[in-house]
């Protein structure tokens, strides 16, 4: 296999040179070559709630939602507003903040009149080190006046739309009571990124019914749209979510942690070289509900492990980019 000269990293180490082979296009590397240093992403609860939960779309929620164990911010009463909640997470870092995006993680937080969203997002840009938005929400949470807003707004700050797809497959959308279709996804993408506005796409790995072809599709389907960036991660069964109940009925299984970097390692290949890459893999701990994988409670040595088979497979983000396409 041929690798480009900028697939790797010369570093200096205990009085030797060593090579380390980029693996993928990390949106920290990116940012922090942005602004000359690393920026701090602090979640934050804005208090939006979700169609998909407010009986709307559905009153059930996504079949493996539970937004207390994907977003600790969630946990916490909306008891203050989220600039305050930002400037009291600032405060506990005693000036040791640099570039601050706040990250409006918990629920669908464009879901609102244009009069919530600007009470919601407005006071976050003011506070001191601020230097844009980072907005969690679903595909189908836009209007034409959001969208409008929105591309104002990305005119005058660095805006980043964070949109949950999970798989580019309407089935595996229905099986996950969703709520959306992946023609949801693309309209939205391609209306942000056409006022040029960042996107991020979330997907998983191990949804019930996929084999590792179908994820692979769903990468190339990301790799195809003008999508800046991915957020990817395994399924994980949570406490009082309807895939508790599949798992322990037997009618769900989880990825162990060897075939989980397998398919991950696939993913990145299938991706666009150019994307930048939010997230690996997600933790969660059992006090917060998880039931399984438990790999997912130890983020370092999962992670250790990821890398080594990345390593030992010299992973590249990008070197199936367009195969398909070239074989027909
Ligand atoms: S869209 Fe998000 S918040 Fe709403 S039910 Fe699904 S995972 Fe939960």
Request: charged content about 20%; proline content about 5%.
């Amino acid at each position: 296999m041929v690798h480009r000269v900028t697939d790797y990293l010369l570093f200096y180490f205990q009085g030797g040179f060593g090579v380390l082979m980029i693996h993928y296009l990390s949106y920290r590397s990116v940012v922090k070559s942005r602004y000359g240093q690393p920026v701090l992403k602090v979640p934050v609860n804005a208090g939006f709630s979700c169609p998909n939960r407010d009986g709307t779309k559905s009153a059930e929620g996504c079949r493996f939602c539970d937004n207390r164990s994907f977003s600790p911010v969630a946990l916490r009463q909306v008891e203050s507003p989220a600039a305050e909640q930002l400037r009291t997470a600032l405060a506990r870092r005693r000036g040791r903040n640099g570039p601050v995006l706040p990250y409006l993680q918990p629920f669908s937080n464009t879901y609102g009149t244009i009069e919530e969203l600007k009470k919601r997002y407005e006071p976050l840009l003011a506070v001191p080190g601020v230097i844009g938005l980072a907005i969690g929400t679903r595909p189908d949470c836009f209007t034409e006046e959001t969208y409008r807003y929105l591309a104002e707004l990305a005119r005058r700050t660095c805006l980043s739309i964070e949109l949950g797809l999970q798989s580019a497959h309407d089935a595996t959308l229905a099986l996950c009571n969703r709520g959306h279709t992946f023609a949801d996804f693309i309209a939205a993408v391609t209306r942000l990124s056409s006022d040029t506005i960042e996107t991020v796409a979330h997907v998983m790995l191990g949804l019930p019914g996929e084999t590792g072809e179908i994820m692979m599709r769903t990468a190339d389907r990301l790799a195809a749209l003008p999508c800046t960036g991915v957020k990817i991660h395994q399924l994980m069964v949570i406490e009082g979510t309807e895939f508790a109940t599949w798992y322990r009925e037997g009618r769900l299984a989880v990825l162990d942690l060897d075939e989980y970097a397998e398919l991950l390692c696939g993913f990145l290949s299938h991706l666009r070289p150019d994307q930048q890459i939010h997230r690996i893999m997600a933790d969660s701990t059992t006090a917060n509900g998880l039931i399984a994988p438990l790999w997912s409670a130890d983020k370092p040595g999962s992670l250790r492990v990821i890398h080594r088979y990345m390593d030992e497979h010299a992973t590249r983000q990008g070197s199936q980019y367009g195969v398909g396409r070239l074989n027909g």
